[in-house]
């Protein structure tokens, strides 16, 4: 029931764009999108709705196919500061307990 | 400043023994949940809890017991029946328990077993 992410891993050069895929075998309610650092807490991106409702960080987009049950994070002119892990979480009712979360894409930005 | 602590922040434990984590917010926040993570893997949902008194088993709660006596608190208890518990455990708290609001999390809680 797992969400599945990818890719699993990309390396990009600081100002070029990313885009993270999670797709999922359930129809979906809801996609959540958290960025891990190593060893720290999983910070929130973004919250996708069913109806195209969106709530989330000012500079990052993402889109959600219901139809598809997918869901895309689209980073434009990557930072330094955009290494990390990202998870989606995705929702099949109404309540966060229904939450599964996919195994994570390691994105590293260099220099 | 608002938020979710969590520890310790590194426990070792013998096998055999149980361990309790800490969490505790001060958010104010209704609902709380506890993850498990191993490497390469996502976050597996152990226990959740929507109101105090209340809490509700995940995908992963053999082995694992909770309490939610105080809006702000949730320890979880590794027990000796968790045949691996070695991993990074992970709190998290949100406003409510519906797919509206985001999940805070505490820095997590990294067990060992020897």
């Known amino acids: 029931q797992q969400p599945v992410q990818s890719p699993q891993a990309v390396i990009l050069r600081e100002g070029e764009d990313a885009v993270i895929n999670c797709s999922s075998s359930k129809a979906l309610y809801s996609v959540h999108w958290y960025r891990q650092k190593h060893g720290e807490a999983p910070v929130f991106l973004m919250i996708?709705?069913?109806?195209?409702e969106q709530k989330g960080h000012e500079k990052i987009s993402a889109s959600f196919n219901e139809k598809k049950q997918q869901s895309s994070l689209y980073l434009t002119a990557s930072q330094l500061s955009y290494s990390g892990t990202y998870f989606c979480?995705?929702?099949?009712?109404?309540?966060?307990?229904?939450?599964?979360f996919g195994a994570g894409t390691r994105l590293t930005v260099k220099p | 400043d608002g938020g979710i602590t969590q520890s310790p922040k590194y426990l070792f434990r013998k096998e055999g023994q149980n361990v309790t984590l800490s969490c505790e917010q001060n958010?104010?926040?209704?609902?709380m949940y506890w993850y498990r993570q191993d490497p390469g893997q996502g976050l597996r949902l152990i226990y959740y809890?929507?109101?105090?008194?209340?809490?509700q088993k995940g995908d992963i709660a053999e082995g694992y017991s909770v309490s939610r006596e105080k809006k702000e608190s949730f320890p979880l208890t590794v027990t000796s029946a968790q045949k691996n518990p070695t991993a990074f455990y992970l709190c998290a708290s949100s406003t409510s328990g519906d797919s509206y609001n985001e999940q805070f999390f505490g820095p997590g809680t990294r067990l060992t077993v020897l």
């Open positions: 996708l709705l069913k109806g195209g």
């Open positions: 958010l104010n926040h209704d609902a």
């Open positions: 979480g995705t929702g099949r009712g109404g309540v966060n307990n229904d939450m599964r």
């Open positions: 809890s929507q109101i105090v008194n209340d809490f």
